[in-house]
């Protein structure tokens, strides 16, 4: 619970994140950036609302579980985002680079996870899937 993010990963590998809580973070509740053999499995994200700013102009990055969606192009592999639920955030539940399109449940990087009560003032997505900076084409 704080002012910041509940989890921040930045260029690290072999990351094993299991049966966690994350609640009543600010902006983001789980990120990670230029990770190698990263694991997130049966944790629970929530209550991750926006940061009050008041008198700046720019738009703030905020989600429940942002996988190295928060700088263009990031490069990461060996992702396995699974069994998760995030309740209650803006903007997406969810954001992670898409499977490649022969991927089956042994292979995917994204399986049995739940969003919820996911709130934006224009846009909100239980899951945000963008193409994988990683895949070639």
């Not at 002012?3 to 809580?21: Q, T």
């Not at 902006?27 to 230029?34: F, K, P, Q, R, Y």
């Not at 991750?48 to 008198?55: A, C, L, M, N």
């Amino acid at each position: 619970n704080g002012f910041g993010w509940g989890l921040g990963v930045y260029k690290s590998s072999n990351v094993f994140v299991k049966d966690n809580i994350f609640w009543g973070f600010r902006a983001i509740g789980v990120g990670a950036l230029s990770v190698r053999n990263f694991t997130f499995d049966g944790n629970f994200v929530g209550h991750i609302y926006e940061r009050e700013v008041s008198g700046q102009m720019f738009v703030d990055r905020r989600g429940g579980v942002a996988i190295c969606s928060l700088e263009d192009d990031n490069v990461c592999s060996d992702l396995k985002i699974i069994n998760n639920i995030v309740g209650g955030a803006t903007f997406h539940g969810f954001a992670i680079p898409a499977d490649d399109c022969n991927s089956n449940s042994v292979t995917s990087k994204f399986w049995n996870n739940v969003a919820h009560s996911i709130a934006g003032s224009h846009i909100a997505d239980g899951a945000y899937i963008f193409p994988d900076a990683a895949s070639p084409g």
